[in-house]
T-cell receptor
């Protein structure tokens, strides 16, 4: 069975602070994909990044960066110099590549990020 | 290019009524997913289709829920009869393949009175 744990329910920061969102996953599959999505107050879900299980390179995109560590089954997300527009719920998700779970996304519970001016 | 289109955006109806939610996936996408989001249960996958064929409907809560995908550009999620506990935001998502990023519609906010 697959499981995604986002232990942080809510994180509040002041603008320009960095914020790191934790994501820990469980899967027995050797091939899988990890995702992050953003859900702003307007409600839509926006895809941010996909990472496959064989690519442990960290990635940076502007103020966003992701740290994938297979050894600890974690795929953490950092927002550098946060802005008010970063206020949203962020979801981590896992999709395995097996017959039984092909295509099934397992989403974490989400972390609410609140950035105040 | 148009994204995933869901209709209606909002639906308020009385319990016992039939509710039909509609989704038009992104053209060329072969996989379509229906999710339900509530505060209590988060994002739940209800059912997904690959090439118009239902692959996994284990997330469908009960027989009152049904989903169809008659062609590559249209899917429906039907609740009959509806109950207050069905109140939620229902999202449709599509992707090029089952493991590609899913692109979500804006959701349908359903309220059953």
């Amino acid at each position: 069975a697959q499981k995604v744990t986002q232990a942080q329910t809510e994180i509040s920061v002041v603008e320009k602070e960095d914020v790191t969102l934790d994501c820990v996953y469980e899967t027995r599959d050797t091939t899988y994909y990890l995702f992050w999505y953003k859900q702003p107050p307007s409600g839509e879900l926006v895809f941010l990044i996909r990472r496959n299980s064989f690519d442990e390179q960290n990635e940076i995109s502007g103020r966003y960066s992701w740290n994938f560590q297979k050894s600890t089954s974690s795929f953490n997300f950092t927002i550098t110099a946060s802005q008010v527009v970063d206020s949203a719920v962020y979801f981590c998700a896992l999709s395995a590549v097996t017959t039984d779970s092909w295509g099934k996304f397992q989403f974490g519970a989400g972390t609410q990020v609140v950035v105040t001016p | 290019d148009a994204g995933v289109i869901q209709s209606p955006r909002h639906e308020v109806t009385e319990m016992g009524q039939e509710v039909t939610l509609r989704c038009k996936p992104i053209s060329g996408h072969n996989s379509l997913f229906w999710y339900r989001q509530t505060m209590m249960r988060g994002l739940e996958l209800l059912i997904y289709f690959n090439n118009n064929v239902p692959i996994d409907d284990s997330g469908m809560p009960e027989d009152r829920f049904s989903a169809k995908m008659p062609n590559a550009s249209f899917s429906t999620l039907k609740i009959q009869p509806s109950e207050p506990r069905d109140s939620a935001v229902y999202f449709c998502a599509s992707s090029f393949t089952s493991i590609q990023p899913q692109h979500f519609g804006d959701g349908t906010r359903l309220s059953i009175l």
